[in-house]
């Protein structure tokens, strides 16, 4: 279940425990168990409150000795950031940070935290990350909307972390905590005749959405452009545009699970929930 504070304001707090990831997984037509889910809200202004954010999630939930996925975004960077002066200060130590990203590793190693690479056999304790936008009620997720300044899609490994993470946490503003949805999904897709993949997401979803070849540099358009983005697993990304509203975002997973070549794709659902004390409201 999902309590949402009557406050006007702007900040969204979610803490969840996955269980495992339900992760997995054109032609352009012209046309466990739950328990509950603390969702705060702060009345300062949106980086204010992705600041204030950051820092509660690493009072409350990252303990010394731990492993800790280091998420992606404004709101990871300034966690990553207030995390080394944690550790500086002896806060916390023997902490092991494990970035989803070049970006969260340059962070990382800016302020001073220790890292490791991921690894399939390494267990991590927490992770914390940015998400474009949570499903009201459901509290599904949709990630890698946005390729990093500089990087591929780290729409693989971001998920591969958060997958391996006992506990994560969602850092979002109020817009992005929303019951009608709509925009884009990514999609991670085998290179190979992914034409034929492409044409068979465009199937699933016809009327309601397009299927754009992500470019690596230029202009976006439905086939990639001149360079089409190429992962460096050799993968290319879809992004499945809404043009009508998303009815569920499980049944979008579920869809693209079911299709041939699709490698991962950026939503995350299906997780056991637990309840995280909100942070003192302003």
């Given at each position: ?9 702007s ?7 996955p ?21 705060t ?13 950051a ?99 780290i729409?693989?490994?971001?998920k ?27 999609v ?14 465009d ?27 190429v ?22 997973a ?29």
């Amino acid at each position: 279940m999902a309590s949402l504070a009557s406050s006007s304001s702007s900040i969204n707090f979610l803490v969840h425990v996955p269980a495992a990831f339900n992760g997995i997984g054109t032609k352009r037509r012209s046309r466990g168990k739950t328990s509950s889910i603390s969702v705060t809200h702060s009345s300062l202004a949106d980086a204010s409150a992705l600041l204030q954010a950051a820092h509660y999630t690493v009072d409350t939930c990252i303990k010394s000795g731990m492993v800790i996925g280091l998420g992606s975004g404004h709101a990871s960077g300034m966690a990553i950031q207030y995390l080394g002066r944690q550790l500086r200060a002896g806060v916390l130590e023997d902490i092991v940070g494990v970035p989803t990203s070049v970006a969260s590793a340059s962070e990382a190693a800016k302020a001073g935290v220790p890292m490791d690479k991921y690894q399939d056999c390494l267990q991590i304790d927490f992770a914390f990350d940015d998400a474009d936008i949570i499903e009201e009620g459901t509290l599904s997720a949709i990630i890698g909307r946005q390729r990093p300044k500089d990087e591929e899609s780290i729409l693989l490994q971001q998920k591969s972390i958060l997958n391996a993470a006992k506990k994560l946490a969602f850092m979002i503003t109020q817009s992005q905590y929303k019951g009608d949805l709509d925009g884009s999904i990514p999609v991670l897709i085998q290179s190979l005749n992914w034409m034929q993949t492409a044409e068979e997401i465009d199937d699933l979803f016809l009327g309601d959405a397009e299927v754009w070849r992500r470019s690596s540099i230029g202009q976006a358009s439905p086939l990639g452009g001149d360079f089409p983005l190429v992962t460096r697993e050799g993968h290319n990304v879809l992004d499945v545009i809404f043009t009508s509203p998303i009815p569920s975002l499980a049944e979008v997973a579920e869809s693209l699970d079911k299709v041939n070549g699709v490698v991962d794709h950026g939503v995350i659902c299906k997780f056991p929930l637990v309840f995280l004390p909100p942070y003192a409201q302003q």
